[in-house]
Structures are given as C-alpha cells and as structure tokens.
C-alpha cells in the first residue's frame, strides 16, 4: 500500500512542479523540429526522383537518428528528474515526517522508483512512438523491430535511474548526478572505442569498450536497440553513424537486467539501514 | 529484578550510543518516560537531544544501546501508527495545501478516507488554519508550517507524540496554543516529548523533565513534586556576624552574603523556621524570609554551565 501512495506522490510531484509538462512540451518541441526536417527530406526525395531502395534506407536513417537523439534526452531526463528525490529530501529533512510513519522504507524508495519509472516510460514511449508515427506518415517506413527497441531503450533509462537512486542514498544531490552521468560517459565513451576497435579490427580496443559496458551497461543497450531498429541493409553494410559494429550480445542485456536489479537492491538496503 | 514493565513507559532507553564518524553525538542516554506524562527534554545546542530523538523514533540507528517505544522495541513498523512527531526543522513537499498534506500523511498512517475527512477539518480548526487550507505551502509563513507540522503530528491520535522545538517559529499567540495543544493532548491521555529551549514554556507545560549534557541524561526531576528539594531562600538581616553566616552551612550547602541579603539554597522548605530560629538566636534583626523554587533556568544553567554547554 504503502508503495502506491509514494508512486502517487511522486507522479503528482512532478506533474505539480511542471517537470512533466515541461519535459512533454520540450519533447513534442523535439517532435515538431524532427517532423519539419523529415518533411523536406521528403520532399526532396520526391523532386528528385531518388531510387526507392535509397530513399527507404535514408528514412530508415532518419529514424535510428531520431530515436538517437531520444535516447540521448531520454537518458538526460532520467538523471535530472531523479536525482534530488531522495539525497534532496534526507538533506532538508522533508523525508523525516515520512520515514516516522507506519511504512516500511523499502516501500517508500520503490513507491518513489515506481513513480519515476511510470513517469519515464511514459515519456520514453510517447517520444519513440512520435518519431516512427512521424516516419511512418511522411517516408512511409518505422524502426525495424519497433517493439524490441523500445524495450531496451525503456530498460536503459531504468538502469540509469536505479543506480541515480544507489547513489543518492550515498551521496549528495550534485554528486549523485557528476557520478552518475560520469558512468554513462563512460559508457558512452567505451561504445565508441569498442565501435573503432571493431573496424580497425583491434580486439583489445574492444575489450575496453566490453569492460566500460560491464561497468555501466547503459551505452550498450542502446547500441542493442540500435542494432534492433536499423534496416538489415544498414546493420550487414555497417553504414549507420549510430553504431552497429560491434553488437553488444543479448547475454550483456541480460546482464543489465541484473546489473539493474543489484543497484535497486543497493538501494533498498543503504536506505533501510541509513540514518536520516 | 526489576518491579516495573517496559510497557509501563512510553519510552525506554537503555545506554543509548550514537557516534558519527567519530564523533560522539549521544553518550550514554538511559531515560524512562512513564505514560500519561509530558516530558520536557532539555539541554544547550548540541547536548544530543534531537539526535536522541531521532534514535528513539528510529530515524537514526543507534551505535549502541536499545530503546523501546509503547512497549514495543524502536523500529517496530505498526507501533508508528500511535506515534505522531513534528521534526524541528519541519519541511514538506510545498506544492501541496494543508489538506493535501494532511491526506497524504493520513493515507502513509493507513487512516480511512472517512476517518480523514472528520479530523482533517478538526485539526485545521485547532491549528488556526481553515482560513489557508487551499494555499500552497510554499507561501507559508514559518509558524504557519509549524503550525500544520502540528496538525499532521496529531492526524492520527497518537499515545505518543514527538514535539521537537515546536514553539521556534511561533509568535506569543501561537505559543500559547501549543501550550493549550499539549494541555489537551496530556487530558487525552496522551504522552508529550517535549524538546524545547524555552524554559518558561517547558516549566508550565511539563510533569517531568531531563537535563542532557554531552549525550547524557544528568537530572531528571519532577515539575509539580511537593518534596520540595530545590529551594532559595533570600533573607534580609541585620548585625549577621561573618560566623553567624557561617553557621547556615549546616542547612545549606551554599551560602551568598551580600550585605544584609543572604542567600541560601536548602533542601526543603521545612527547615526555614529552624533558619529563622538560629539567626535571631545569634543577634540577627530579620527584616524578610522569602522562600522561593529555583526557576527551571537558575538549574538549567547550573547543569549546563553559563557557557550553554558551547
């Protein structure tokens, strides 16, 4: 019950602070700019006559570069949304009323993740479904394996947002975030050298890149999503900008599942046993 | 063996130890709070009280020691449903309005929706705020948050209720409805922690008090006890040779000549004739005897030093 009323509180908290509107209208601003470029690609594909196999694969890169910018907002959006909730709260002593209560505090932090978790999948299915609608309407074509994309893409947010909540029950609200977007940089960076390393064939550049994914799994689920959502053309030519060289296995996303699930225990367990 | 039971005492603390990172916050803290009784806990900034508090509603854990509340060990999760609290520094979520507020505490106290809609309207009445109950708390005034901080302590009817520095914002008007507050919820039955640096307000509101100094309880004492052991008396006397004075030593452990006015601190009232007695015995002209109860504040500061413990 108890996990209920905090997710409530928390969907309500950023809906009254204007987080939700404020993302919704940044994100449909996204939209608009994405469906106006989409919109004279098009119509340049159509004066010029363009070979149908081309136009379909520039679409199809259209998408994946949508979604890559989604993804990249996405990832923003969890870490800036969640990480004052918890260290923001123990710091002005806003969770002491709440922590006297009859309500164990593993229930308070899940209610809190549950909120932000329904909140960034809204966000998250809104924006992807927006940008394939929009690429679908005016170029005909949508991401490949829409559903699977989607999925890990929602999956990387919520790690993100798992190990923002570890941290926040270490740290302080700043160093929650430098430490947090610190490890998706990381990530993010190992993805490019494991990317370089995977064309120039140099398999300890991809090592590095596989051990950075270990350490934040994050990057490579989207590079997974990637791999899913590209056209096959673009995924056996290896074209794309967007990363499909190396493709992280399906056991790295297994192992972000677990990776997701030991922060969010992390978590519950540093929250139960601080002082606050 | 011990003749009384824990569930005798509203709080029960035994050796309680808080260290953070090397520094010791609370000492050794052992205090038994009877049920029924308004407890006033007191002692100079950074003696350990709200850090006391805080162990004894489970916030903080104790490094070492125990504690129990309504017979019930600290941490117990359902004994929190009769315990209400105001922190010292009450914060909440300011983009709600007392009522939200109250509801949203009300839903974390498992109260009912029917329970809720009759003491909500009660307890904005009772705090003064029906006026404001549809403004955001982010334009409350301090004593206003005070103020509903109170309200949400007292939501569920709580047997126990935390009160930590409840009076700090509040102007003289609002004091004395905290006083009124704690006046009532003690006829309810109700046990107060009072944490409080006004002495006065703790004197008049108060059965008991603690006296904490570096993280221990040093004196515990009795407001209304008629076993009076905390007595001044002033004398204004005349021809009181300096043996005379010094003879008062043997009902007084000390003595203050000042002129012709002696002050004396003796263990009862009872001994005052006897006082009386031996200076006029001794050559004295007794011009006026007035005994008078240490104030709360002359104790206070004897315990904590006039340095405020800093």
Partial sequence: MGVWIMAGVTLREAARKKMLWMALAAGGAFLVLFGTGLHFQAKDFAEHGMSPVLRREISFTMVTMGLYAVDLLAVLMTILTSIDTLSGEIASGTIQAI???????????LGKWL???????????????????????????????????????????????SVTFAFATYFSTLTTGVLTLGLHGLAFLGGWIEQFGAMTQTSRAVNVGVIASILMPSEALWRRAAFEMQSPLANAMRISPFSTLSIPSMAMVFYAVLYLAIALTIAILRFSQRDL | MEMTRSSDFAIRTRRLRKVFSGKVAVRNLTLDVPRGEVFGFLGPNGAGKSTSVKMMLGLVFPTSGEAAILGRPVGDVKTRSRVGFLPEHFRFYDWLTPVELL???????????????????????LVGLMPHSNKRLRDFSKGMLQRIGLAQALLNEPDLIFLDEPTSGLDPVGRRLVRDIIKAQRDR???????????????????????????????????????????MVSIRAAHVTAEVARGLSRWSLSVCANGERLTLSVSSGAVVPEIVHYLVANGAEIYEVTPRRRSLEERFLEIVGKDGGL
Avoid at chain 1, 99 to 109: C, D, E, H, S, V
Avoid at chain 2, 103 to 125: F, N, Q, V
């Fill in chain 2, 103 to 125: 509801k949203l505490h009300g839903r974390l106290y498992g109260m009912s929706p029917a329970r809720l809609r009759e003491r909500i309207p009660i307890l904005l009445e």
């Fill in chain 2, 189 to 231: 039955g109700a046990t107060v922690l009072l944490n409080s640096h006004l002495l006065g307000e703790v004197e008049v509101t108060c059965n008991r008090v603690a006296f904490i100094k570096d993280g221990e309880v040093v004196e515990t004492r009795q407001l209304n006890d008629e076993i009076d052991d905390q007595t």
């Fill in chain 1, 99 to 109: 922590a006297t209560k009859p309500i164990p505090r593993w229930q308070l932090l």
């Fill in chain 1, 115 to 161: 909120g932000f978790s329904g909140m960034l999948s809204g966000y998250i299915a809104i924006m992807v479904v927006g940008v394939n609608a929009l690429t679908y309407v005016m170029a005909g074509v949508t991401a490949r394996h829409l559903a699977r994309g989607l999925s890990l893409m929602w999956m990387e947010s919520i790690v993100l947002l």
